[in-house]
């Protein structure tokens, strides 16, 4: 069965780096999404992508962040300099045509500012 | 703005019997999705059950079902006859509807109940 992957499973990086989270949705899925959890809290929001661009993002989704689908499979999540609450879990997931009410969702990746 | 509350951050239950994780959510749309997802240890998030919220009948997915009160704005999962593969996360989760003006189907969670199964 399809999956959505996400690379690197952990990503430690020190404040003030760019960092780079990648994943590889559905061949088929049309709509992307990034959600975030921090340690201990609600799995959130931030950006959902559709037709090369964002459709919707949270309050959280600021200046620092971006997204991007460089090519026609990897889905991309740019922080472009970390802080230490941006220590989290990132989940990547997307969602076909068909299936309209399932979000397919990535193992995240664990992201560690120091 | 819609809130999912899981007031069980952890639960266990003796393997093939019934246990049930409570959600209640607040919002004041009347088209809306609610879902339960399960998270085992180092996997992915799959969706195990949803409910729309304008069927009466609450849904059923073999061992999976839920007791939906729209009035109440309850939503909880029970499952029966557990078995050890059922020990993960287990998200609450509520997205708009079309009707509510609903579009992009981003998902608004609970912060989850860990389900231990003991053999």
């Known amino acids: 069965e399809p999956e959505v992957t996400q690379t690197p499973s952990h990503q430690v990086t020190q404040m003030g780096q760019e960092v780079i989270l990648r994943c590889v949705p559905i061949s088929n899925h049309l709509y992307f999404y990034w959600y975030r959890q921090i340690l201990g809290q609600k799995v959130e929001f931030l950006v959902s992508f559709y037709n090369n661009e964002i459709s919707e993002k949270s309050e959280i989704f600021d200046d620092q962040f971006s997204v991007e689908r460089p090519d026609g499979s990897n889905f991309t999540l740019k922080i472009r300099s970390t802080k230490l609450e941006d220590s989290a879990m990132y989940f990547c997931?997307?969602?076909?045509?068909?299936?309209?009410?399932?979000?397919?969702f990535g193992p995240g990746t664990r992201l560690t500012v120091l | 703005a819609q809130t999912v509350t899981q007031s069980q951050p952890e639960m266990s239950v003796q393997e093939a019997e019934t246990v049930t994780l409570s959600c209640t959510y607040d919002t004041s749309e009347s088209d809306y999705y609610l879902f339960w997802y399960k998270q085992p240890p180092s996997r992915q998030m799959i969706l195990v059950i949803r409910q729309e919220a304008y069927k009466q009948q609450n849904a059923t997915e073999n061992r999976f079902s839920v007791n939906f009160q729209k009035a109440a704005k309850s939503f909880s999962l029970k499952i029966s006859d557990s078995q050890l593969g059922d020990a993960a996360m287990y998200f609450c989760a509520y997205r708009t509807g079309p009707y509510s003006g609903g579009s992009n189907y981003k998902l608004t969670f609970g912060k989850g109940t860990l389900l231990t199964v003991n053999p």
């Open positions: 997931a997307s969602r076909g045509l068909e299936d309209t009410d399932t979000q397919y």
